[in-house]
């Protein structure tokens, strides 16, 4: 008979409340200032700075996340077998790499590279990006993630971090692409140092490395910052006992192949990175190359954040009422259906692009706030189904469908690159351009559409379910 490994709340502890939700805000904030000033600037840095091959980039950034198979599981683990100390079962760990992940994140934007040999730069880019993603962020991200179950064992608290930890990507989403297009483009002039125009009689603006490195510096900084904040906000309330026993691979794997809620969230949260950062991720090179308006990609932040910051303040209520699995085949077919109408509308008018954008905004604003809380679930249904608890593992897993699909989009994205001949010399030649545009669409459109039926036929957690295993654990639990 298997035992259940009962997760007891701490005693005499402050109260779940806003200080718990703002600190773990501050983490996402933090994680993805770098995360997302690498997921939409590196490769444009290392295509148009460095001058390394989009295939190369993307090749190499799949090539790194095959780590991450070892490193996320292998950390899930780590935190599992730890012991709850005074500070807490995770949190120690934002406090020991909150250090090393900032700096590494500020080191694979190396402008001081440009006059290096072409085999010095990737191999740059396959150590500093393997340090940053598959080491230090692996060390970080995992234990933040976890700690959202021992934060709290309310199923409305949960969702409520999950959704704060989304507005926190959001704002660091916002205030990324808001500021780096102004400051990375400049207006490319000619040995007479006059203005170049483009086509439109615009000047054209080009992309500038070294401020890019500067972008990277005071990100990391303040990453730092907002990590050191969610430490000393933020409080582990529920005592989950440390898992002693050593990982058997193959029950392991046979467990997952039988729990169709991890896999159905491992594969959407793939297709998901896939289809969301190829969209931020070719947003440079729509406004940059399609557009020739790079500074005007500065224009989508606050369409995003106002889109999701109102349908943010509502989420909560709408789970409440329709359910998690519910909400997300709406949102995903919502940006599908957006995708579908820009790619035949084919516009050339900058203005209705940002429209599009804010539209696709919507769909993404439903779903993303409640992918986080969809593991906490399936961590639920774990333990009700075999007595077992595994956070960390379970995360872990989760983390690494996320940066897999990261990278799969930096290697999807760099080879259609590749495919329609994107070089530094072309890369505004009317050709390139219009297959830029196609991408931009093709991509994420099939993605979402692939989301809402993984999400809608294989994930099993429907809004009873997860209420009904609420209930059983908490009668497990005796009433905790």
């Known amino acids: 008979m298997k035992t259940t490994q009962k997760a007891q709340t701490l005693q005499n502890m402050r109260p779940f409340g806003w200080r718990d939700q703002v600190g773990y805000l501050s983490g996402n904030f933090a994680g993805d200032f770098t995360y997302t000033l690498c997921t939409g600037f590196m490769m444009k840095f290392y295509t148009d700075v460095l001058g390394v091959s989009a295939g190369i980039v993307g090749i190499a950034m799949m090539v790194a996340q095959v780590l991450d198979a070892v490193t996320d599981l292998g950390m899930g683990q780590i935190c599992d077998r730890a012991p709850t100390t005074k500070e807490g079962k995770f949190r120690p760990w934002i406090r020991r790499i909150a250090g090393p992940v900032s700096l590494i994140s500020f080191l694979m934007y190396a402008s001081w590279m440009k006059g290096a040999a072409m085999p010095v730069k990737i191999a740059w880019l396959f150590v500093t990006y393997l340090l940053y993603s598959s080491v230090f962020y692996t060390m970080i991200i995992i234990p933040y993630g976890s700690m959202a179950s021992a934060m ?3 199923a409305l608290d949960r969702t409520k971090l999950s959704n704060w930890r989304h507005i926190g990507g959001t704002l660091a989403v916002t205030v990324i692409n808001f500021i780096v297009p102004l400051v990375v483009y400049v207006d490319a002039t000619g ?11 615009e000047a054209l603006q080009i992309f500038d490395g ?7 510096l005071v990100f990391a900084i303040l990453s730092f910052v907002l990590w050191m904040a969610c430490y000393f906000m933020t409080t582990e309330r529920v005592k989950i006992p440390a898992k002693n026993e050593k990982l058997n691979l193959g029950a392991f794997l046979s467990d997952l192949a039988h729990n169709r809620g991890l896999i159905a969230i491992v594969l959407l ?3 998901q990175e896939c289809s969301n950062s190829a969209f931020h991720r070719m947003s440079g090179y729509m406004f940059g190359n399609y557009f020739g308006q790079g500074k005007l990609q500065a224009v989508t932040s606050p369409v995003e954040t106002i889109i999701t910051l109102l349908i943010a303040a509502c989420i909560v209520g709408i789970v409440a009422k329709v359910g998690k699995k519910e909400i997300t085949v709406i949102g995903c077919l919502i940006s599908a259906v957006v995708f579908a109408v ?8 900058v203005y209705v692009w940002i429209v599009i954008y804010g539209g696709v905004t919507v ?5 993303n706030p409640v992918t986080f809380a969809l593991v906490t679930d399936i961590v639920d249904d774990e333990e009700v189904r075999t007595g077992r608890r595994m956070d960390g593992t379970i ?26 001949g994107y070089t530094e010399a072309n890369m505004y030649e009317p050709e390139i351009t219009n297959g830029i545009y196609n991408i931009s669409c093709i991509v994420p459109m099939i993605g979402f559409t692939l989301m809402a039926l993984i999400i809608g036929i294989l994930y099993p957690l429907n809004k009873k379910r997860v209420d009904d295993n609420v209930a059983a654990l908490k009668q497990r639990h005796g009433g905790e």
Do not use: E, Q, W
């Not at 040995?191 to 086509?199: F, M, N, T």
């Not at 820009?342 to 008018?349: D, E, I, P, Q």
């Not at 769909?363 to 779903?367: E, I, M, T, V």
């Open 152 to 154: 709290s064992n309310n």
């Open 363 to 367: 769909g993404l604003a439903l779903f």
């Open 210 to 216: 070294n401020r890019m490195m500067l972008c990277g």
């Open 395 to 420: 995360y872990s897993v989760y983390s690494f469908g996320r940066k897999f699909g990261s990278a799969l989009s930096s290697g999807v994205t760099g080879m259609m690159l590749s495919v329609i």
């Open 342 to 349: 820009a790619f035949f509308l084919h516009t050339s008018n």
């Open 191 to 201: 040995p007479d140092g006059a203005v170049i125009l483009d086509d439109k009689g």
């Open 269 to 271: 949260i793939i297709v």
